[in-house]
T-cell receptor, first 112, second 114 residues
Framework: GESVGLHLPTLSVQEGDNSIINCAYS??????FIWYKQESGKGPQFIID?????DKRQGQRVTVLLNKTVKHLSLQIAATQPGDSAVYFC???????????FGPGTRLSVLP | NAGVTQTPKFRVLKTGQSMTLLCAQD?????MYWYRQDPGMGLRLIHY???????AKGEVPDGYNVSRLKKQNFLLGLESAAPSQTSVYFC?????????????FGNGTRLTVT
């Protein structure tokens, strides 16, 4: 299960394996979702986005799945590499005002 | 193409001092944002701007002011710094707003208020 407070959930995977990072979102009316990657000391970097009229979208080595029924988003990374080690978090757009709701993130650790 | 550039990268202030954080983007984006990131809390929106000369409050605007005098620049001011404002501050920009386009972030300013 997920930890709370200051401790981010951590996912450890072997190099070359596939990674799946999960995110629960809060608003069933949200219609635009983004996954970000944040490396230590850097700003969040856009990975992939998806709209609510889709349930899957693929990029280079990454796939985002959206399950609107249970308000769940996942990010799949194929053939995980050491450079994938970072904190990953999802964002859903707020329908009022210019804002996203950001999740607290999951730390991905790639083991050699 | 530098994207979003923030200055300074680090700053230490004493309680009650003031400072301005600078953000510049070279992507001709209309929308600009200031977020703060605290451990375990995710990014929270302070203020944003939908165009030159306009600003609006976000989730946590108290103690901060902003200005967008030029399209490419968005300034965040702290008039009287408090220890609760110790955080990492990120500036971001986007083309079409949060309903339609992702945010592009700078690399942050780490601010410590003692």
């Amino acid at each position: 299960g997920e930890s709370v407070g200051l401790h981010l959930p951590t996912l450890s995977v072997q190099e070359g394996d596939n990674s799946i990072i999960n995110c629960a979102y809060s608003n069933s009316a949200s219609d635009y979702f983004i996954w970000y990657k944040q490396e230590s000391g850097k700003g969040p970097q856009f990975i992939i986005d998806i709209r609510s009229n889709m349930d899957k979208r693929q990029g280079q080595r990454v796939t985002v799945l959206l399950n609107k029924t249970v308000k769940h988003l996942s990010l799949q990374i194929a053939a995980t590499q050491p450079g994938d080690s970072a904190v990953y978090f999802c964002a859903e757009n707020r329908l009022l005002g210019q804002n996203f709701v950001f999740g607290p993130g999951t730390r991905l650790s790639v083991l050699p | 193409n530098a994207g979003v550039t923030q200055t300074p990268k680090f700053r230490v202030l004493k309680t009650g001092q003031s400072m301005t954080l600078l953000c510049a983007q070279d992507m001709n984006h209309e929308y600009m944002y200031w977020y703060r990131q605290d451990p375990g809390m995710g990014l929270r929106l302070i203020h944003y701007s939908v165009g030159e000369g306009t600003t609006a409050k976000g989730e946590v605007p108290d103690g901060y002011n902003v200005s967008r005098l030029k399209k490419q620049n968005f300034l965040l001011g702290l008039e009287s710094a408090a220890p609760s404002q110790t955080s990492v501050y990120f500036c971001a920009s986007s083309t079409l707003g949060t309903a339609n386009s992702p945010l592009h972030f700078g690399n942050g300013t780490r601010l410590t208020v003692t």
